[in-house]
């Protein structure tokens, strides 16, 4: 059975930063999302078991995406936060051909 904890998330004020981390057994990591109130779903960060990194353009040169093997565990810094940062964080995740969800953790930035 696939287990996806999630936790991190919290409100700050434009600038600040959190780091989110993604904890799950019996699967492979296939990315960060994020889902703002009213809109769409959208990739924001995915490493390789290699260690590759691919990242939205929205959120280039700010989070920086990461894993922890040993731990199973894959982590999203996110520096600089802006307004438009705000939404529910996800995690997703592969068990053979079925992908899973976090229950998502809520970043809000405000000032």
């Known amino acids: 059975q696939v287990q996806i904890v999630e936790s991190g998330g919290g409100l700050v004020q434009p600038g600040e930063s959190l780091r989110l981390s993604c904890a799950a057994s019996?699967?492979?990591?296939n990315g960060w999302y994020r889902q703002a109130p009213g809109k769409q779903r959208e990739l924001v960060a995915t490493?390789?078991?290699?260690?590759?990194?691919n990242y939205a353009d929205s959120v280039k040169g700010r989070f920086t995406i990461s894993r922890d093997n040993s731990k199973n565990t894959v982590y999203l810094q996110m520096n600089s936060l802006k307004p438009e940062d705000t939404a529910v964080y996800y995690c997703?995740?592969?068990?053979?051909?079925?992908?899973?969800w976090g229950q998502g953790t809520q970043v809000t930035v405000s000032s």
């Open positions: 997703n995740v592969l068990s053979g051909i079925y992908h899973y």
């Open positions: 019996r699967s492979t990591f």
């Open positions: 490493i390789t078991s290699a260690g590759s990194t």
